[in-house]
């Protein structure tokens, strides 16, 4: 009887091969991928942080960056833990994983867009128009969100069985109903986009210098690539098979981090050039005033 017990308690904890095929795996490699980009990026830009960053006294900016330029590691490690997984062990849930790095991904965005929120308001010092930018994304997500459990979507988990074994949610399979958050987030670049290219050619396009050109240019770009990849992802949310769904998990977060980065860096470098400001303030915290600007600290 003994015997019997320890042969089934044996088979019980005997861990199975999780399902896999070319999507999978082609998602699996891709956010891998991903990884080492971001990986890559921080080492090369190693130096320009501690020449423009490490030195600088803690504000709102800088709490924004820093969240924006590590966490990624956390978020999109965890992506890549569940992208090594192979096997399934009985017993095991991967369920309040999946939502932990999920949760890390959106703060990443969310730092991301908030370092560019406050240039705009910067550039514009309106205090309807910062209700506006943290008002906005608000509603959009939240729109989002909620339709994202509607049948809405084709073929997507909520809404379609899905005949591939997934045990305790292990497998690296993600689901179409994020389409709808990859698409409020291109609404809200564009509309941000519109907005920025308002305030440079209404209120600056008699008088811009170095400075003010390269926040301007900078923004613009950063804008310009989150619509990109936001496009691609919706396409590739919504096109492939299901299996490939996953392989828009991680560069959202990169594109947001590293962009993030160069774009304060540059705007320090651009200051450093210019010899404007002699105290230990935040260029990206400037607050331009017709054919001049100045520096605020924001005390938050």
Known sequence: ??????????????????????????????????????????????????????HRKWTFVRFMFTVSRYLPFFGIGMTFIGAL???????????????ASNVLHII??????????????????????????LVFPIVCFVISYLISDTPLV????????????????????GGRNNVFEYAALLLYELVLLCLML??????????????????????VRYMMCIMVMSSFSIILTMVPPVTWVSITDSPQIVIHSVLASRILFNLRASEGRSRINTALTDASEIQFRGDQFSTVVFDV
């Open 108 to 133: 990443c965005i969310i730092a991301a867009e908030g370092l560019l929120i406050t240039r705009i308001y910067a550039s514009w010092n309106s205090k309807r128009l910062l209700v506006f930018l």
């Open 154 to 173: 084709f073929n997507s988990k909520n809404t379609t069985p899905i005949d591939i074994p997934d045990p305790g949610n292990c497998l690296f399979l």
């Open 1 to 54: 009887m003994r015997s019997i017990n320890l042969l089934s308690t044996n088979l019980m904890s005997h861990p199975t091969a999780l399902y896999v095929d070319a999507g999978i795996q082609a998602s699996k490699y891709f956010n891998v991928g991903t990884f080492a980009v971001l990986i890559f990026d921080y080492f090369i830009t190693l130096e320009a942080e501690s020449q423009w960053v490490w």
């Open 85 to 99: 997984r192979t096997q399934y062990y009985p017993g095991e849930s991967c369920v309040r994983f999946g939502q």
């Open 198 to 219: 308002y305030i440079r050619f209404s209120k600056y396009s008699n008088a811009i210098g170095q400075l003010q050109e390269t926040f301007f240019n900078d923004s």
